[in-house]
């Protein structure tokens, strides 16, 4: 379903996946399960951003259904040191995935549990998406240099202070946001006649859970799923399939599912009619804040037929799942220069990028904090297909 690519050889991925299979054992069934599938709303917001004008009257009609939300630029925590050139050859969006009913609800204690990075390039239209595990311990960028969760970061300053925390982490020049939550995702879906994915032997008893969970929070009915392969699911099973947690590597994998739904729901997007958008941006629009303005969302849609699905990948490349006294399970970045680094290159292309002081602070007290250090990085990119 996917071909890698590996940046740099060398890893340690034999003890990784051990460390990642006895922390995914030890974690409890969440009810949160049901949040990460914003993460793949989230996208589907991006791709209607983008397919929604096949005129600029078109855009105008609908535009006004999306939630406005203006950031203060002077205050985003790029760092001082941070050469942004390169940089500015590509629009990078954050989507933030909550799972508060009411997506107008910023900041006031609803956490991030779904947070992606979309990188487009201006000259080759190429997007390409990132995941950071919500998990991810970080330094929230709030003047406290207090070590959290990354998904804390939005529960305690909204997307001003997601943003922030991401640029001073990640060594990054985002502007601008998206967030979205789960409402009307399973609509989304089936307004484009539902999405082709590969479901295998041992997902199908936590998707018919999840399947059954979602149509009691939709109440949209749906059969369940009894077979594997390649299979078209209706919006309520892929919505399922997104937040299926309990298999293969937890949460590292049901990033990857998120990835996979995107880029199918992506292509047939493209390939869509007008009045097939038109249905999926009315149940899409209402649930989505943004700080794009209308001239960036009109520019963005005029390369619409441009753009094509890039790599795709989970953040951070190298890391240890643990368990912390206070702030729980974990994923500590081996170590975050070196991550960051890699990031860089996979983003932009830049070899041998050498973080700011600013994340090799940040990287020395996360290291300090857990004991935990630099590892041999892989990263293996995806391309759905």
Known sequence: MSKNKDIEKNSNTKNNSQKKSNHNKNKKSDKSILK?????????????????????????????????????????AINEELDVSNQENYKTIALFGVDSRDVTNLGQGTRSDAIMIASINNETKEVKIVSIYRDTLLEIENDSGITAKVNAAYSYGGPQLAIKTLNANLDLQITDFVTVNFLGLTKAIDDL????????????????????????????????????????????????????????????????????????AFAKAKASDLATIDS??????????????????????????????????GFPFAYTPTTHETKGSIIVPADLASNVSALHEFLFGEVGYVPTSKVQGISSSIQNETGIGAQPITVTPQTFE
């Open 36 to 76: 990460w599938v914003v993460a793949l709303f989230a996208e589907i917001i991006i791709l209607g951003l983008l397919i929604v004008a096949y005129s600029l009257y078109y855009v105008d009609s609908k535009i006004e259904k999306i939630n406005k939300v203006e950031i203060d630029e002077e205050d985003l």
């Open 193 to 264: 006649g539902g999405i082709t994915v590969h479901v295998e032997e041992n997902e199908l008893p936590i998707l018919n859970l999840a399947i059954t969970e979602q149509i009691a929070v939709t109440g949209i009915y749906s059969d369940g799923v009894f077979t594997t392969g390649d299979l078209l699911l209706n919006g309520t099973q892929a919505t399922a399939y997104a937040r299926i947690r309990s298999t293969d590597q937890g949460d590292i994998t049901r990033t990857e599912r998120q990835r996979d739904v995107l880029s199918k």
């Open 280 to 313: 999926v941006i009315d149940d899409v629009f209402p649930q989505i804040a943004t700080s794009l303005t209308e001239e960036e969302i009109k520019a963005l849609a005029k390369a619409v037929f441009e753009y094509q699905m890039g790599d795709t990948v």
